[in-house]
């Protein structure tokens, strides 16, 4: 079973940029797929980007293509998420999800593929 602990959340003016990080703690950090979720008031949470066990990326949500990227540093257990040109449209709460799998499972997209979370971070783009 693996703990996630994200961090790195703040407020940000328009056009800025953050970097989430995602603390895990147990084993075998290399064999889950990673990935961030959001979520806005009234909304529901949304995929945002994965990253496989071998560091290959998924395909993101519209909404961020471009601006923001992941990675991971499997000796360090962490998973982060590089945000730029940041909108008010992108204040959420930031949700680290983990999944154990194997190299060639399909890409897990939705919320409900994701067995362990995070408490989440939120993040908050002012105009």
């Known amino acids: 079973q693996v703990q996630l602990v994200e961090s790195g959340g703040g407020l940000v003016q328009a056009g800025g940029s953050l970097r989430l990080s995602c603390v895990a703690s147990?084993?075998?950090?290399?064999?889950?797929?990673m990935a961030w979720f959001r979520q806005s008031p009234g909304k529901e949470r949304e995929f945002v980007l994965g990253?496989?066990?071998?560091?290959?990326?998924?395909r993101s949500a519209d909404s961020v293509k471009g601006r923001f990227t992941i990675s991971r540093e499997n000796d360090k257990k962490t998973v982060f998420l590089q945000m730029n040109s940041l909108k008010p449209e992108d204040t959420a709460v930031y949700y680290c999800?983990?999944?154990?799998?194997?190299?060639?499972?399909?890409?897990?997209?939705?919320?409900?593929?994701?067995?362990?979370w995070g408490q989440g971070t939120q993040v908050t783009v002012s105009s």
């Open positions: 147990g084993p075998s950090f290399s064999r889950y797929a």
């Open positions: 990253i496989r066990r071998n560091g290959g990326i998924t």
């Open positions: 999800a983990a999944k154990a799998t194997i190299l060639t499972a399909p890409d897990a997209l939705t919320e409900t593929e994701y067995p362990y």
